[in-house]
């Protein structure tokens, strides 16, 4: 068959009209398309700037529904949200996010997480725990664990946070040893309170292994033993303890003390004290070193406190060698309850102004946050941050 060339003059005309029109036809239908979502979009942001914001969110969740692409201004949307403090709407925008069945498993655990953080801010601890155990085995994990381990701390659930910070360890991004010494000690005081000793002495015991350089465990440990009148093992463990962690020597420097009279061994105990003082002066290790009936050795000894040193001195003495370093009100106040003043009737009056004056300087504070407090905290009741308090008084800093 031969070929006409004339069918090539009509047929290729028709072949570039028939093209033109398909391609109208596409370019019709999605611009059909796209004018319904931004009308949503647009209806949205007039409610927004009207300041109607409920209506704004409908609009936007209708928005979202007509694209399936657009969960990203609701991830905007819900963020914006939940930095103005609007906590509520926050909520709405993720739950709906998260109610959708089209939402991609990446797209499905950062609403989660979003959700769970406006309910962290919002203060609703219960359902931000709720929502913080749903993202196991997310990538948010490690940080979900870490806001659920502060949610426990917080609200004193030991058992918890015990669990949790052990997952934390075995995730082994950092290490959490010293934090899970601090909740075994807080669970065995637990214990100690509802008269289970044995159970408390085998937390102890664990949380010395677990954390063998932290002073805490061992502090705790030597009380239990104190208490359950083993006066001679507490001295051995507070006496290991000034080995190992001197620094805070003040916060047990009184139950030393303590163990050492009820297990004879005060001379031994003395003599560790004055060396550990003439290394770092402290208003409570001289007390101690002045319970046991010894007088504080300071580094120039030789030098300054050969005249106090003197056949009349007596322990209550140390105040003053003490203040030849250091101007201390605590200890002043201290040495002065003891004397006799040429016109006694007025001592009471002027003890009572010292000591007003002298009790804030008793005081811990919290480096972290400045909380003070007549009791030692291992974990600040202000910030909640663990060993945050220096073991010396506010008046020592
Ligand atoms: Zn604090």
Not at 62 to 90: C, I, K, M, S
Not at 306 to 316: E, K, L, S, V, W
Request: proline fraction near 5%; charge should be negative; charged fraction near 25%.
């Amino acid at each position: 068959m031969d070929f006409d060339p004339s069918w090539l003059l009509i047929g290729l005309p028709i072949a570039f009209v028939l093209g033109w029109v398909a391609s109208r036809f596409d370019l019709r239908q999605l611009r059909m398309e796209n004018r319904q979502a931004p009308k949503a979009y647009f209806r949205g942001l007039n409610f927004l700037l009207n300041e109607q914001q409920d209506q704004a969110i409908d609009a936007f969740i209708e928005a979202v529904q007509n694209d399936p692409d657009t969960q990203e201004l609701h991830f905007a949307l819900g963020n914006l949200f939940r930095r103005r403090g609007e906590y509520q709407r926050a909520v709405r925008v993720h739950e709906h996010l998260l109610g959708r069945g089209d939402l991609s498993r990446a797209d499905r655990d950062r609403a989660q997480h979003a959700l769970a953080q406006d309910f962290l801010r919002a203060g609703l601890l219960d359902r931000a725990e709720a929502a913080l155990q749903k993202l196991e085995g997310t990538r948010y994990e490690n940080e979900a664990r870490l806001s659920l381990l502060a949610i426990y701390e917080r609200s004193r659930e030991w058992t918890q946070a015990a669990s949790v910070a052990q997952k934390l360890d075995e995730s082994e991004q950092a290490s959490y040893s010293t934090r899970r010494a601090h909740h075994l000690c807080e669970q065995a005081a637990e214990q100690v309170a509802a008269g289970d000793l044995n159970a408390a002495a085998r937390m102890l015991e664990e949380a010395v292994a677990l954390a063998p350089q932290a002073p805490r465990p061992a502090i705790d440990t030597a009380n239990l033993q104190l208490r359950n009148g083993d006066s001679a093992a507490a001295y051995n463990t507070l006496a290991a303890l000034a080995e190992q962690a001197p620094l805070a020597l003040p916060l047990y420097a009184a139950a030393l003390q303590q163990a050492a009279v009820a297990s004879h061994r005060a001379g031994e105990a003395l003599a560790l004290l004055q060396r550990r003082y003439a290394e770092s002066p402290s208003i409570d290790v001289l007390e101690a070193v002045i319970a046991l009936g010894g007088m504080p050795i300071s580094p120039e000894a030789e030098s300054a406190d050969a005249g106090i040193a003197a056949p009349t001195a007596t322990p209550r003495d140390g105040y003053i060698t003490h203040l030849a370093h250091q101007p201390s009100l605590v200890a002043a106040s201290r040495w002065l309850a003891g004397e006799t003043f040429a016109r006694e009737q007025f001592h009471p009056q002027v003890q009572r102004a010292l000591d007003q004056a002298s009790r804030p300087l008793m005081r811990y504070r919290c480096a972290a946050c400045g909380f003070e407090a007549h009791q030692y905290f291992w974990h600040c009741p202000g910030c909640q941050a663990w060993d945050s308090y220096p073991p010396r008084r506010v008046e020592e800093l």
